[in-house]
Every structure is written in C-alpha cells, then in structure tokens.
C-alpha cells in the first residue's frame, strides 16, 4: 500500500526557518516526489520536487534560493528545509508523489483538480510575527 506521511510544520516567524519531512513506503515504481501548497482562496502550487532515480530537482521561483529539496533513500524520505521565510509562505503543505515521471514533469502540472498517484495529508504552515 502507497503511503506519504508528512511532519514538520508549525508556526515560525517572518525570516524563521522550517523543515518538512516526507515518510514513503509501498513505492515499487521509479517516481517523481514532491511538495505543493495552498493557501486559503489561491490556487494549488508545486513547490519544489525531487526526481528519485537520479535526484534532479525542480524549485518554483517563488522560493529558489530559500528553500531546498532533498531526499535519504534509506530512509526513503524527503526533506524541505525552508529558510527565509515569508508571510506569503504561509499555506498547507502537501506531499505528493507520480509514478513514471521528473520532478519538473511532477511541479509543473497545473490541473487544480488533478489527482496525484500519491498524497500526503498536509502539514500547516504560519509565516506571522
């Protein structure tokens, strides 16, 4: 059975840093993993997402340089380690995962209604002074 269990979030001040992990188990096809947000009244967006099989990663402009992908396949697990945050980071945090695809392939669909292979639950994040 296909499972994403996400940890991590919180409440952190503007500037403040985060981290998010991404739990996966049943995985038997190589995958695309990452995380996407939405905010209350704004669209579904890719964050940031990590191809398995080779590692490349795909940031959405709104958070190079802030954010960073990673992944312990060990562990099979993914990391986001947000610093910098903003107020406008503040949203649900949901990890996702698609069988046979990149990670740009997997951030980059824009379909609101699209259903992922796999899904998280979502972890809250407050960017607030």
């Known amino acids: 059975q296909v499972q994403l269990v996400e940890s991590g979030g919180g409440l952190v001040q503007p500037g403040g840093s985060l981290r998010l992990s991404c739990a996966a188990s049943g995985f038997t096809l190589e995958y695309a993993i990452g995380w996407f947000r939405q905010a209350p009244g704004k669209d579904r967006e890719g964050v940031s997402c990590?191809?398995?099989?080779?590692?490349?990663?795909y940031y959405a402009d709104s958070v190079k340089g802030r954010f960073t992908i990673s992944r312990d396949n060990a562990k099979n697990t993914v990391y986001l380690q947000m610093n910098s945050l903003k107020p406008e980071d503040t949203a649900v945090y949901y990890c996702?995962?698609?069988?046979?695809?990149?990670?740009?392939?997997?951030?980059?669909?824009?379909?609101?209604?699209?259903?992922?292979?796999?899904w998280g639950q979502g972890t809250q994040v407050t960017v607030s002074s």
């Open positions: 990590i191809t398995h099989s080779d590692g490349s990663t």
């Open positions: 996702a995962a698609e069988w046979r695809t990149t990670a740009q392939g997997l951030c980059t669909i824009r379909e609101q209604s699209y259903e992922y292979d796999a």
